[in-house]
């Protein structure tokens, strides 16, 4: 019972001063070794402790990341210290408890994600916590603040996202894209590089090789097994990547000829419509089939028509989710909300969703504009919200997270995938009339490709460069070459100029200051074509994949809340094979998706030398 009190007076004194969190280990608990019912007890109160400081530390947060001032920054510093330090002081527990004899299987697996559900591990040593707390503020600041330029005038982090999206002058471009690596990438490099250190430094302790090797844990099998099977996914999307690079680097030769791309090699990293080259999907227009390539609407378009703002959209979103059974938002999602850029202070623009009492105080933070992408987000960030609630009757804390962290990120992109033309139809978006005859499905699923498997190489190269940086193969003085390297060896891209060596371009992502592995989204972007295939085949969806929309379908709404409410209580295979029948992440889904493209591209791409 010891241990119970200790743990609670822990939790209870890192709110109150900081400072006790630096004293060792709790010395209760090393003095004997505990039977299984004060492990019990421990494992319940260490998961109190855990819940009560994901409130606090997801109340400073939002307050900082929605009004960054000098104050603010300095109180999510703290924050983001106490809470590292209780994660790591309850893994090193964790670790004691688990060779207690007599534990039940359930309380190993929390133990087990007592250890492994820790993205920024910080050393015991004193200050460590306080130190990284301290650089990682000032970097997602730097971040938040951070501004380009566009014919020499500043211009905001979402402003410039969205101009990179329109702008078809490749001067202008390349002015938007060096400016903001310039500026936002570069002056994190030295607080990135000492945060790495500490941030192993705490893996080691903990016993892991390194924080990436922490990271690979996470994932209900051997890490080892883990990256292979990251690898194993890729090489069955590749090919069809290849062949779409393929095609979009002929028809950006044809746009804007040779002295702006080459007709072989990598492609401009500025050309296609997307700060980071992740998705492509806005420089459709470039890459339209010839003849049959206008698809005669644009969601972007379609919205503005209507009159759409900022929460119509998220209205809209919102129905897609009570179409298929599930609750509409609480009261307070509207209230408490960042829909729009708020004027006349900073705030971080990108996109998230927060659960800030792990139950119903539902929110997002969003720099909506009205266009095609944020209509996608807004289902994305929905997607981890109606999860949030649909976990939060779960009895643990470590179970109010995704089946894994790819599952999360996958739902609303499966919602958005229902967005057919069709669906646009049926909420009242588009005319009938306006409805693309079935000659148009090529171009359908090359405007859904040029989003979903351009991404498909940037979010898997995000982690194979973090775990390079955590593992000591790519040392500081390396980061930014070896950054070029996987860009060009995963993306087949290259910088629109050549990168000193001491830039920082991976600073200028915002998963990188904010330390969000990134892994998840590469395997969101297979697992949602798995869930999506699942749904239709549980609607009776007769007729071409993509042109499938299961809105309204309370039967897929069940099966999904189904999968939902599991949260992460169980193994991730059993809560896929709950949705999807299968056990087993893989593209080949995806790939089934793209068949009807992928043949076209290669009829296409015939005679050319595809590749880089
Ligand atoms: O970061 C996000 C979401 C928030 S979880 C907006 N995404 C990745 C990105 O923007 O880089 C969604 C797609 C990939
Ligand atoms: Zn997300």
């Known amino acids: ?141 730097l971040y938040g603040k951070g501004h380009g330029t566009l014919n020499g005038a500043a211009i905001n982090g979402s402003d410039i996202e969205e101009a990179m999206g329109t702008s078809r002058n490749p001067d202008q471009l390349k002015e938007m894209w060096l400016s903001w690596h310039d500026s936002v990438g570069k002056p994190m490099k030295d607080d990135y590089a000492k945060m790495v250190a500490l941030s192993n430094a705490g893996a080691q302790e903990l016993g892991f090789a390194d924080t990436g090797a922490l990271w690979r844990s996470n994932y209900d099998m051997d890490p080892a097994a883990f990256a292979a099977l990251t690898e194993k996914i890729w090489n069955e999307v590749r090919p069809l990547y290849v062949q779409l690079h393929c095609y979009t680097r002929s028809k950006l030769n044809e746009k804007y000829g040779a002295g702006v791309q080459q007709k072989s090699g990598p492609i401009r990293a500025d050309l296609l419509g997307n700060m980071w080259a992740q998705e492509w999907g806005n420089i459709y227009d470039v890459v339209a089939p010839k003849g049959s390539g206008d698809l005669g609407y644009d969601v972007g378009e379609l919205l503005v028509a209507k009159d759409y703002d900022a929460v119509k959209m998220v209205k809209a979103g919102e129905g897609f989710y009570t179409s298929l059974g599930l609750a509409p938002l609480p009261e307070t999602f509207w209230a408490r909300s960042q829909i729009v850029k708020p004027q006349g202070r900073e705030v971080i623009c990108h996109a998230s969703a927060w ?77 009938r009339d306006k409805v693309p005859a079935a000659d148009k499905d090529t171009g359908l699923l090359l405007r859904q490709a040029m989003d979903k498997v351009a991404f498909l190489p940037f979010g898997l190269l995000i982690d194979r460069w973090r775990w390079g940086v955590f593992d000591g193969s790519i040392k500081p003085d390396n980061y930014e070459a070896a950054w070029n390297q996987m860009r060009l060896k995963y993306q087949g891209l290259v910088p629109p100029a050549e990168r000193p060596a001491d830039a920082f371009d991976p600073g200028a992502k915002f998963h990188i200051p904010a330390v969000v592995p990134y892994t998840r989204y590469f395997l969101a972007r297979v697992l949602q074509f798995q869930f999506y295939e699942a749904a239709c085949r549980e609607a009776g969806w007769k007729g071409p994949l993509h042109r499938c929309s299961f809105y309204g379908n309370k039967a897929v709404g069940a099966k999904l809340n189904a999968m939902l409410s599991m949260g992460a ?23 089934r998706y793209f068949a009807p493209l992928q043949k076209w591209l290669e009829k296409q791409n015939k005679g050319q030398d595809c590749g880089w």
């Open 1 to 141: 019972m010891k241990t119970l009190v200790s743990l609670a007076a822990l939790a209870a004194s890192l709110v109150a001063a900081p400072a006790l969190a630096q004293q060792a280990p709790d010395a209760a608990l090393n003095d004997a070794a505990p039977n299984a019912a004060a492990a019990q007890a421990w494992i319940k109160a260490a998961d109190q402790g855990y819940f009560d400081q994901t409130v606090r530390t997801g109340r400073t947060q939002w307050v900082y990341e929605t009004n960054i001032t000098d104050d603010t920054e300095a109180l999510f510093a703290a924050s983001n210290a106490e809470f590292n330090t209780l994660m790591v002081k309850t893994a090193a527990e964790a670790a004691r408890m688990a060779k207690v004899p007599g534990l039940t299987a359930e309380d190993q697996r929390k133990l087990v994600m007592m250890r492994t559900q820790i993205t920024s591990p910080v050393p015991t040593t004193p200050g460590a916590a306080e130190e990284f707390g301290t650089r990682q503020a000032r970097i997602q600041g």
């Open 355 to 431: 659960d800030i009492d792990n139950k119903d105080d539902l929110r997002i933070k969003m720099c909506t504009k009205v266009n095609g992408d944020d209509f996608v987000t807004i289902h994305h960030e929905l997607g981890h919200n109606y999860y949030q609630r649909a976990y939060n009757a779960q009895t643990s804390r470590y179970y109010m997270e995704g089946a894994n962290d790819g599952f999360h990120e996958a739902i609303g992109d499966t919602m958005a995938l229902s967005i057919t033309p069709e669906y646009l139809v049926q909420i009242g978006l588009m005319g």
């Open 569 to 591: 209580s169980k193994p991730w295979p059993d809560a896929l094979e709950a949705f999807t029948g299968s056990r087993e992440m893989s593209g080949k889904a995806m790939i």
